[in-house]
């Protein structure tokens, strides 16, 4: 019954449709307008061939047409392909040094690392890749020669968790003394002995670590903390003054506590890809330039959070009245 309903109802709903009119054999359809349907028009009536050819060739010209697909390609002008993850990093590393003061010991500490027998990975912002104990201790004695007035770096882990042998040990420790120059220290490499396959901590750089202990300079990340546990747990570091821009964003109440959404936040909205590196071997002789510049980021990135998160006042009161030891206290350093 529902079926002989439905055949019924059918044929009273085509009963009120226009008919089509079809043009006979050999002779063309009437043009299309923009915007309309493929099917023919409804009673219209047959079109010479010429009035046709001509009508073709404007129909051609109207936008979003099946003849004009040429906007939906690739090659046509409009078209633009979508950035890489890879130049992203690079428009990130780039603004985060242009947003960096430069000072006369700024400038003076990459000056005496370009004089060094390092090989930089990269130059404005500096990037070195350490292996060895003896680049290490270099890099830290020039640290220790022309960094003295510096107060925080950049400071992040990396790690190789698909490692068999201590899958926890940190690979990578990366510190940014300033915007301008950035080490990545293959500490695992410089400790595991590949014949015995233990993890010997007597051969990690003591400059290196006595730069980690020492309380005057700040080590600034995110999630420091746990970076911080895992360096002391494996190579018995105690890693002094942490500062956890995680645990500032929690207390500031802050919409996102990641780096991704703190760079967001603090660096004028520029967008910081933290892509899936777990397959990324940081014990590798020559790691690849995408890691490189993912780790450096990091560090960079942490340092400009930082000088942002934590701003000067904007009136400046009496600073003679300020209870300090000193007789005279020091200046505010410039904005």
Not at 1 to 6: A, D, G, I, N, V
Not at 187 to 195: D, N
Request: some cysteine; hydrophobic content about 35%; aromatic content about 8%.
């Amino acid at each position: 019954m529902s079926q002989r309903l439905c055949v019924r109802c059918f044929g009273s709903f085509t009963s009120i449709l226009p008919r089509t009119v079809y043009p006979a054999r050999g002779q063309a359809y009437p043009p299309r307008s923009s915007g309309s349907s493929f099917a023919p028009k409804t009673g219209s009536t047959p079109m010479p061939k010429s009035q046709s050819t001509s009508s073709a060739v404007a129909a051609s010209d109207q936008p979003y047409s099946r003849r004009n697909s040429n906007n939906r390609r690739p090659g046509n002008a409009t078209y633009t392909r979508p950035p890489s993850r890879e130049s992203k990093v690079d428009a990130a590393i780039h603004h985060v040094y242009s947003c960096g003061r430069n000072t006369e010991f700024t400038d003076l500490l990459v000056e005496k690392f370009e004089a060094s027998r390092l090989q930089p990975f990269s130059r404005d912002p500096h990037i070195y890749v350490v292996s060895n104990v003896a680049d290490a201790q270099l890099a830290m004695d020039i640290y220790e020669e022309y960094g003295k007035d510096i107060r925080a770096v950049g400071f992040d882990v990396e790690w190789t968790p698909h490692r068999e042998a201590y899958p926890g040990a940190p690979s990578v420790i990366q510190i940014a003394f300033n915007h301008r120059a950035c080490v990545l220290f293959q500490v695992f490499r410089m400790c595991h002995r590949p014949k015995s396959g233990e993890l010997d901590t007597q051969s990690f750089p003591s400059k290196l670590a006595r730069f980690l202990m020492k309380p005057k300079v700040a080590k600034v990340g995110v999630a420091a903390i746990g970076d911080m546990q895992v360096v002391q747990e494996h190579y018995g570091i105690q890693t002094a003054n942490i500062v956890d821009l995680q645990s500032i964003a929690h207390a500031r109440r802050l919409p996102t506590v990641g780096l991704a959404g703190l760079t967001y936040l603090f660096c004028d909205g520029v967008e910081l890809p933290k892509g899936s590196l777990y397959r990324t071997n940081w014990d590798a002789a020559n790691l690849q330039p995408i890691s490189i510049k993912y780790a450096a980021n990091d560090v960079f990135v942490a340092l400009l959070i930082l000088e942002r998160m934590v701003r000067l006042p904007d009136s400046v009161p009496d600073l003679t009245r300020i209870p300090t030891k000193r007789k005279t206290p020091k200046p505010l350093p410039a904005a």
